[in-house]
């Protein structure tokens, strides 16, 4: 990550990504406030939600997909890594009484 600075409501960065000895190259165009790879290195999950599948050099936008808007959280990771358990709410953090929707997502 780099690049880190207030973006929006919290500190979020540049997420690059690097295979070996070459050179980092930028996943997103965004900037990003959370990561989580998945035990075997095939799934980069970032916020807004996005995964990108590093084998095949696709990332998927599943907040659009799914329709989950921001602010999202990974709150717990199955042993396996495979499930996520998400939540979001309408503040970024720090929020007081504000509701929170709970999500599960499934990775191949």
């Given at each position: 990550m780099?690049?880190?600075?207030?973006r929006?409501?919290?500190?979020r960065?540049q997420?690059l990504f690097q295979r070996?000895?070459?050179?980092?190259v930028r996943?997103?165009?965004d900037?990003t406030?959370?990561?989580?790879v998945t035990p075997?290195a095939r799934?980069?999950v970032?916020?807004p939600?996005?995964?990108?599948?590093?084998?095949?050099?696709?990332q998927?936008?599943l907040?659009?997909a799914?329709?989950?808007?921001?602010y999202?959280d990974i709150?717990?990771?199955?042993?396996?890594?495979?499930?996520?358990?998400i939540?979001?709410?309408?503040?970024?953090?720090?929020?007081?009484?504000?509701?929170r929707?709970?999500?599960q997502?499934?990775?191949p």
């Amino acid at each position: 990550m780099e690049d880190c600075g207030d973006r929006g409501d919290f500190t979020r960065c540049q997420l690059l990504f690097q295979r070996g000895r070459a050179a980092p190259v930028r996943i997103d165009v965004d900037y990003t406030g959370w990561v989580f790879v998945t035990p075997d290195a095939r799934y980069i999950v970032q916020e807004p939600l996005y995964v990108l599948n590093v084998q095949e050099w696709k990332q998927y936008a599943l907040s659009k997909a799914l329709q989950i808007p921001n602010y999202t959280d990974i709150e717990a990771i199955s042993r396996d890594g495979k499930r996520l358990f998400i939540s979001r709410s309408d503040c970024a953090m720090d929020c007081k009484d504000v509701r929170r929707e709970y999500y599960q997502l499934t990775l191949p």
